[in-house]
């Protein structure tokens, strides 16, 4: 089993990258993964966080821009 990380600094310059994430949403996403990105995030647990995050309602990104960023951190990540 692949066990690539991603860790704080590759996880925000991909954010970045993607347009229709704004900075404010940037910062949010940065607050929500922080204190797991210390010890880096794999794959199974980013596509878990992100699945927790898509159920909530109150969340500031919705379901497609969390799709959005799931696929390029998952790209990032070669997968």
């Known amino acids: 089993m692949d066990k ?3 860790y704080k600094n590759d996880f925000n310059e ?3 990258k993607i347009m229709d994430i704004s900075d404010k949403e940037r910062q949010y996403l940065n607050q929500v993964f ?3 990105l210390i010890d880096g995030l794999t794959e199974f647990e980013l ?3 992100i699945n927790r995050l898509t159920s909530n309602r109150g969340d500031i990104l919705d379901q497609w ?3 959005k960023v799931k696929n390029k ?3 990032s990540l070669g997968k």
Request: hydrophobic share 30%; glycine share 12%; aromatic share 0%.
């Open 34 to 36: 922080g204190s797991d």
């Open 47 to 49: 596509k878990e966080k």
């Open 4 to 6: 690539k990380r991603i």
């Open 65 to 67: 821009e969390l799709q």
């Open 14 to 16: 991909t954010l970045k």
């Open 73 to 75: 951190i998952l790209g």
